[in-house]
């Protein structure tokens, strides 16, 4: 069985080095991902492939889609990855899924590899508001459709007009708003859809009053939550119909807050920030979640929802 599997292996390889010579993306091989993602750890993954448009990524996904585990990586702002190397591909969409247009009617189009803050400025320039939460969100477009990324009483759905996708297939999708069911950080979207771009509706605003409304938004999050540091965003979801407490609450009752596995640990700042101090393993920083989740649960009876996505 092994045998086969490494014969498998070493023909999917040479397909992919041949496939690498026919396009114009990179992809590379055994790449480090540690500097990929803001905990500053993790491992290598056995592909990872940048394409710089979509016929190259529809071929890809053509020919490799069901061959190899897949996973989409954005800003790497809320993704904690394993030290050991990732048996797949990671693909990072390039910069021409990263373009931001403007139709009329006030709608902006947006590429998935776009970061939230650079749509917000967008908007800002064009006179448009309904982004100004965005400046807050330290993701990608296509991050924040994943898991319907908000803050400030503001989420994603509240904006979407509709999806481009594609499927593992490489089949080319539009996916309107009112036909997904948004949830609380997530979406009924099938897993393995890759986000291409999207279409948000602004309204006219003054300039002014939408720069105001960005610089207070900015400034309650730097009252509330650690910045310049290696740390992924929200480590856990707030419980939704089980208690009237947030979810730092929950973790400031039941854990004590000096708690440290290695070089992982709670920030002082905001308890639901995890901070890799200095070179936390990916280990360190599983054994504290997991102490944490225990530790609630404990104390609660509530069970704690991880909103920081894991690649193992």
Same mark, same amino acid.
């Given at each position: 069985?092994?045998?086969?599997?490494?014969?498998?292996?070493?023909?999917?390889?040479?397909?992919?080095?041949?496939?690498?010579?026919? #396009?114009?993306?990179?992809?590379?091989?055994?790449?480090?991902?540690?500097? %990929?993602?803001?905990? /500053?750890?993790?491992?290598? *993954?056995?592909?990872?492939?940048?394409?710089?448009?979509?016929?190259?990524?529809?071929?890809?996904?053509?020919?490799?889609?069901?061959?190899?585990? +897949?996973?989409?990586?954005?800003?790497?702002?809320?993704? &904690? #990855?394993?030290?050991? *190397?990732?048996?797949?591909?990671?693909?990072?969409?390039?910069?021409?899924?990263? =373009?931001?247009?403007?139709?009329?009617?006030?709608?902006?189009?947006?590429?998935?590899?776009?970061?939230?803050?650079?749509? %917000?400025?967008?908007?800002?320039?064009?006179? &448009?508001? /309904?982004?100004?939460?965005?400046?807050?969100?330290?993701? $990608?477009?296509?991050?924040?459709?994943?898991?319907?990324?908000?803050?400030?009483?503001?989420?994603?759905?509240?904006?979407? #007009?509709?999806?481009?996708?594609?499927?593992?297939?490489?089949?080319?999708? *539009?996916?309107?708003?009112?036909?997904?069911?948004?949830?609380?950080? /997530?979406?009924? &979207?099938?897993?393995?859809?890759?986000?291409?771009?999207?279409?948000?509706?602004?309204?006219?605003?003054?300039? =002014? +009053?939408?720069?105001?409304?960005?610089?207070?938004?900015?400034?309650?999050?730097?009252?509330?939550?650690? $910045?310049?540091?290696?740390?992924?965003?929200? $480590?856990?979801? =707030?419980?939704?119909?089980? *208690?009237?407490?947030?979810?730092?609450?929950?973790?400031?009752?039941?854990?004590?807050? =000096?708690?440290?596995?290695?070089?992982?640990?709670?920030?002082?700042?905001?308890?639901?920030?995890?901070?890799?101090?200095?070179?936390?393993?990916?280990?360190?920083?599983?054994?504290?979640?997991?102490?944490?989740?225990?530790?609630?649960?404990?104390? $609660?009876?509530? #069970?704690?929802?991880?909103?920081?996505?894991?690649?193992?």
């Amino acid at each position: 069985m092994d045998e086969r599997i490494n014969k498998f292996n070493i023909m999917l390889s040479k397909e992919l080095i041949k496939f690498s010579n026919e #396009i114009s993306s990179k992809i590379y091989f055994d790449y480090d991902l540690k500097k %990929s993602n803001w905990f /500053n750890i993790g491992g290598k *993954t056995k592909i990872y492939f940048k394409p710089d448009n979509l016929p190259d990524l529809i071929l890809f996904l053509k020919k490799f889609g069901n061959k190899e585990r +897949i996973h989409i990586l954005g800003a790497g702002s809320n993704t &904690l #990855i394993s030290d050991q *190397t990732f048996d797949g591909a990671v693909i990072k969409l390039g910069k021409n899924f990263a =373009n931001i247009s403007i139709l009329s009617n006030s709608i902006i189009v947006a590429g998935s590899a776009c970061l939230d803050k650079k749509l %917000s400025d967008f908007a800002l320039e064009n006179k &448009l508001g /309904n982004f100004e939460f965005l400046a807050c969100i330290p993701g $990608t477009v296509g991050g924040g459709l994943k898991m319907n990324a908000g803050c400030f009483n503001r989420e994603f759905k509240d904006i979407l #007009i509709s999806i481009q996708a594609i499927d593992k297939q490489g089949r080319v999708l *539009t996916i309107p708003a009112n036909k997904v069911i948004f949830k609380y950080r /997530n979406n009924d &979207l099938p897993d393995d859809l890759i986000f291409l771009s999207a279409s948000f509706k602004g309204k006219k605003k003054d300039k =002014n +009053i939408i720069k105001k409304e960005i610089l207070e938004l900015k400034d309650k999050k730097d009252i509330r939550q650690p $910045t310049k540091m290696k740390t992924s965003g929200s $480590t856990f979801k =707030n419980p939704v119909n089980q *208690t009237d407490k947030k979810v730092w609450q929950l973790i400031k009752e039941s854990v004590p807050l =000096n708690l440290s596995f290695g070089d992982a640990c709670i920030s002082e700042k905001h308890c639901n920030f995890f901070i890799n101090k200095n070179n936390a393993s990916f280990d360190d920083m599983t054994k504290l979640i997991k102490f944490v989740q225990d530790a609630v649960q404990k104390k $609660t009876g509530i #069970i704690l929802e991880k909103e920081i996505k894991i690649l193992e």
